[in-house]
Protein backbone atom coordinates (compact mmCIF):
# COMPACT_ATOMS: atom_id res chain seq x y z
CA UNK A 1 0.00 0.00 0.00
CA UNK A 2 1.32 3.19 -0.96
CA UNK A 3 1.23 6.19 1.87
CA UNK A 4 -0.97 8.73 0.99
CA UNK A 5 0.07 12.76 0.00
CA UNK A 6 -1.05 13.70 4.05
CA UNK A 7 1.39 10.82 5.17
CA UNK A 8 4.23 11.39 3.07
CA UNK A 9 3.65 15.39 4.48
CA UNK A 10 3.63 14.09 7.67
CA UNK A 11 6.86 11.78 7.85
CA UNK A 12 8.94 14.79 5.64
CA UNK A 13 7.54 17.44 8.39
CA UNK A 14 8.88 14.51 11.20
CA UNK A 15 11.78 14.45 9.76
CA UNK A 16 12.58 18.12 9.24
CA UNK A 17 11.36 19.28 12.38
CA UNK A 18 13.09 22.46 14.20
CA UNK A 19 13.32 21.72 18.61
CA UNK A 20 13.04 24.71 20.50
CA UNK A 21 15.96 26.84 20.53
CA UNK A 22 17.69 24.79 17.61
CA UNK A 23 19.54 26.83 15.27
CA UNK A 24 19.19 24.89 11.90
CA UNK A 25 16.79 22.56 10.55
CA UNK A 26 17.95 19.48 9.60
CA UNK A 27 16.58 16.98 6.91
CA UNK A 28 16.93 13.13 8.39
CA UNK A 29 17.95 10.75 6.35
CA UNK A 30 15.70 7.97 5.71
CA UNK A 31 18.09 5.68 6.96
CA UNK A 32 21.53 4.92 8.29
CA UNK A 33 23.94 2.35 7.85
CA UNK A 34 24.78 0.41 11.34
CA UNK A 35 28.04 2.48 11.85
CA UNK A 36 25.94 5.53 11.66
CA UNK A 37 23.09 3.84 14.16
CA UNK A 38 25.97 3.43 16.49
CA UNK A 39 27.05 7.34 16.17
CA UNK A 40 23.89 8.60 16.26
CA UNK A 41 23.19 6.32 19.60
CA UNK A 42 27.14 7.59 20.59
CA UNK A 43 26.39 11.39 19.88
CA UNK A 44 23.16 11.46 21.83
CA UNK A 45 25.12 10.76 25.02
CA UNK A 46 28.20 12.59 24.61
CA UNK A 47 26.93 15.72 21.96
CA UNK A 48 23.28 16.24 22.11
CA UNK A 49 23.19 17.97 25.06
CA UNK A 50 25.59 20.82 23.50
CA UNK A 51 25.33 20.91 19.83
CA UNK A 52 21.65 19.71 20.44
CA UNK A 53 19.07 17.05 18.89
CA UNK A 54 20.81 15.28 15.36
CA UNK A 55 23.68 18.53 14.99
CA UNK A 56 20.90 20.96 14.74
CA UNK A 57 23.01 23.07 17.56
CA UNK A 58 21.48 24.99 20.36
CA UNK A 59 20.77 28.99 20.67
CA UNK A 60 23.46 30.26 23.26
CA UNK A 61 24.99 27.02 24.05
CA UNK A 62 26.52 25.14 20.64
CA UNK A 63 27.01 25.20 17.17
CA UNK A 64 24.79 23.01 14.43
CA UNK A 65 27.37 20.50 13.29
CA UNK A 66 24.94 20.00 10.11
CA UNK A 67 26.42 23.57 8.53
CA UNK A 68 28.15 24.23 5.97
CA UNK A 69 31.35 25.31 7.65
CA UNK A 70 31.78 21.48 8.97
CA UNK A 71 31.94 20.71 5.41
CA UNK A 72 34.25 17.64 4.98
CA UNK A 73 37.03 19.89 3.13
CA UNK A 74 36.86 22.47 5.82
CA UNK A 75 36.95 20.04 8.97
CA UNK A 76 38.31 16.53 8.10
CA UNK A 77 37.23 13.93 10.40
CA UNK A 78 39.92 14.34 12.42
CA UNK A 79 39.11 17.92 13.08
CA UNK A 80 36.09 15.94 14.90
CA UNK A 81 38.29 13.84 16.59
CA UNK A 82 41.06 16.16 17.67
CA UNK A 83 38.07 18.47 19.23
CA UNK A 84 36.58 16.02 21.08
CA UNK A 85 39.84 14.47 22.65
CA UNK A 86 41.59 18.47 23.15
CA UNK A 87 38.87 20.57 23.31
CA UNK A 88 38.81 23.37 20.60
CA UNK A 89 39.32 27.34 21.04
CA UNK A 90 36.27 28.97 19.85
CA UNK A 91 37.13 30.51 15.93
CA UNK A 92 34.01 30.23 13.75
CA UNK A 93 31.22 31.07 16.34
CA UNK A 94 30.68 32.79 19.57
CA UNK A 95 29.77 30.28 22.31
CA UNK A 96 33.27 30.41 23.92
CA UNK A 97 35.42 27.34 23.70
CA UNK A 98 34.54 23.77 23.20
CA UNK A 99 35.73 21.37 26.13
CA UNK A 100 37.38 18.18 25.78
CA UNK A 101 34.62 15.35 25.56
CA UNK A 102 35.86 12.98 28.64
CA UNK A 103 35.06 9.32 28.54
CA UNK A 104 34.64 9.05 24.85
CA UNK A 105 36.95 7.12 22.63
CA UNK A 106 38.19 7.59 19.16
CA UNK A 107 36.02 4.83 17.85
CA UNK A 108 33.33 6.47 19.23
CA UNK A 109 34.53 9.85 18.01
CA UNK A 110 34.52 8.49 14.55
CA UNK A 111 30.95 6.25 14.46
CA UNK A 112 29.53 9.84 15.74
CA UNK A 113 31.68 11.48 12.57
CA UNK A 114 29.95 8.90 10.77
CA UNK A 115 26.73 9.87 11.81
CA UNK A 116 27.06 13.72 11.48
CA UNK A 117 28.54 13.35 8.00
CA UNK A 118 25.05 11.03 6.82
CA UNK A 119 23.48 13.97 8.06
CA UNK A 120 25.34 15.97 6.63
CA UNK A 121 24.61 14.60 3.43
CA UNK A 122 21.27 14.64 3.32
CA UNK A 123 21.23 18.01 3.69
CA UNK A 124 23.44 18.64 0.87
CA UNK A 125 26.61 19.58 2.59
CA UNK A 126 29.68 17.43 0.79
Same mark, same amino acid.
Given at each position: ????????S???D????L *?????????????????????????????????G?????????? *? *???????? *???????????????????????????????????????????????????????
Amino acid at each position: MQPTHSQTSTQTDERMAL *PAGALATVRLPPSFTEQEQIGKRAYGAACATCHGVNGQGQDGVA *P *PLVHKIYE *PGHHGDMAFVLAAQNGVRAHHWKFGNMPAVEGVTRAEVLNIVAYIRALQRENGIN
